[in-house]
């Protein structure tokens, strides 16, 4: 199994579509209708973001994919997510590093991140030195880390 990351392509954002669905469908089904009224916004922040857009490929086939933001003195990740045949296999922490590493060569000396308190994920943040600093007003915990 060999494993790329790579900055998205045009090509990638039906994968990262599809990736998105599956998510909110698995995660959270009572938020689809939203999520899709709001999709325009969303792949507006792709877009404006495609240089921070990553990609993950195992063997040639699309494995996952992450994207980040700039904010006021921090780098936002917005979105990380494995394809379901590829989970457990290094490709998050693989994606969530290339992240970090991207946001401290922008000068970003903080990171932060929100994630559902009942999501997997969470256990990979805090191996991965991140910090619980609140739960949001959504109910989404937010974690921090130093790049």
């Known amino acids: 199994m060999t494993l790329i990351l790579r900055q998205a392509h045009v090509t990638d954002l039906p994968s990262i ?4 669905q599956d998510y909110i469908r698995s995660w ?3 938020h689809e209708d939203t999520w899709r009224l709001q999709l325009e916004r969303h792949l507006t922040r792709w877009v404006e973001n495609f240089d921070r857009l990553t990609v993950a490929i195992i063997d040639e086939q699309f494995a996952g994919y992450s994207l980040w933001t700039p904010e006021q003195d921090y780098a936002e990740l917005c979105t990380i997510n494995v394809s379901q045949v590829y989970r457990r296999n290094g490709v998050g922490l693989s994606l969530l ?3 970090a590493a991207t946001a401290k060569q922008n000068g970003f ?3 932060r991140l929100s994630v559902r308190p ?3 994920a969470a256990l990979m943040y805090q191996r991965a030195g991140f910090s619980c600093m609140e739960t949001d007003s959504h109910g989404y915990l937010r ?3 130093l790049s």
């Open 17 to 20: 579509y599809r990736g998105e």
């Open 28 to 30: 959270e089904p009572t």
């Open 97 to 99: 590093n290339a992240y």
């Open 109 to 111: 000396a903080y990171l």
């Open 118 to 120: 009942d999501n997997p």
């Open 143 to 145: 974690y921090e880390r």
